[in-house]
């Protein structure tokens, strides 16, 4: 696994009447598949610490659920050390999704580790909003879980904003929303449905990036694909960030494309 590198983004972020007075980080993780940068993650923490942020958020796939086996330790260990330090907020990926709905061949894993993780601060936000102010900026923090048929391959199926107000409720009016959705596919849909800020990773940068060009393939096996990687406008003053991830499965390849420590400045 090549070192990571840490992409920094500046937001300006208002909401009616709210201003942020006091600028503050946040730390955004994706796609760590239970990868390790040295001991007990030493050196991805102190970079997250170096950063200094106010609270750490998280995209999903931060483990892996291979077809044989799951491989949690990693994470377990970083959502641990992140938690004695950091507010964490977590949205399920592709990957905590196939283990929480495939029992038959997980058990109960996924239960184990919600539970775990749960247990050491994490706020996991399944469908759902959790809410928080950074000095008086109120913010929303949204988790969307997609269904498992929008990660596979093949055709990708539809989705509205209506579908995501059935999965999560309506946007918050008075705060920022920020929504964690593992897939940025449907970057349009979620500033469509309200996403001040959408954070996404799901396709490691596009395995291969060309110059020029970006992420040569999606997990989806399509050519190209269009949010893969850094920060995007999407409509409106409203954006879309797309970690390249921290770690790689299935097809473990990384070719002018390290992974990635995101750092989001508020301001």
């Known amino acids: 696994m090549p070192e990571f590198k840490v992409a920094r983004y500046r937001i300006k972020a208002e909401k009616g009447q709210h201003n942020i007075q006091q600028p503050f980080s946040a730390v955004f993780l994706s796609d760590l598949h239970n990868a390790s940068y040295g001991d007990h993650n030493c050196r991805l923490l102190a970079a997250i610490r170096s950063a200094d942020p106010s609270l750490v958020l998280i995209a999903g796939d931060m483990l892996t659920a291979a077809k044989d086996a799951v491989e949690m330790d990693a994470a377990l260990e970083l959502m641990d050390e992140?938690?004695?330090?950091?507010?964490?907020?977590?949205?399920?990926?592709?990957?905590?999704?196939?283990?929480?709905?495939?029992?038959e061949r997980y058990a109960d894993a996924y239960e184990r580790y919600a539970d775990k993780i749960r247990s050491f601060g994490v706020h996991l936000i399944e469908n759902g909003c959790e809410r928080v102010q950074i000095g008086r900026f109120p913010l929303a923090i949204w988790g969307l879980e997609l269904p498992g048929e929008y990660f596979y391959k093949g055709k990708m199926p539809q989705l509205t904003r209506m579908q995501i107000t059935d999965l999560i409720g309506e946007p918050d009016a008075s705060a920022y929303n920020i929504l964690l959705a593992h897939h940025p596919v449907y970057a349009k849909i979620y500033a469509a449905w309200g996403a001040d800020l959408a954070l996404s990773g799901h396709l490691h940068g596009g395995l291969v990036r060309v110059p020029y060009l970006g992420g040569l393939i999606s997990p989806q096996l399509r050519p190209f694909p269009r949010y893969d990687r850094g920060m995007y406008e999407i409509t409106d003053g409203k954006?879309?960030?797309?970690?390249?991830?921290?770690?790689?499965?299935?097809?473990?390849?990384?070719?002018?494309n390290p992974p990635q420590l995101v750092v989001i400045d508020f301001v």
Do not use: Q
């Not at 954006?239 to 002018?256: A, E, F, K, Q």
């Open 82 to 103: 992140l938690t004695r330090k950091y507010p964490v907020f977590y949205a399920n990926g592709n990957h905590e999704h196939r283990m929480k709905i495939n029992t």
């Open 239 to 256: 954006r879309l960030i797309v970690s390249g991830g921290l770690g790689s499965h299935t097809i473990p390849l990384r070719i002018n």
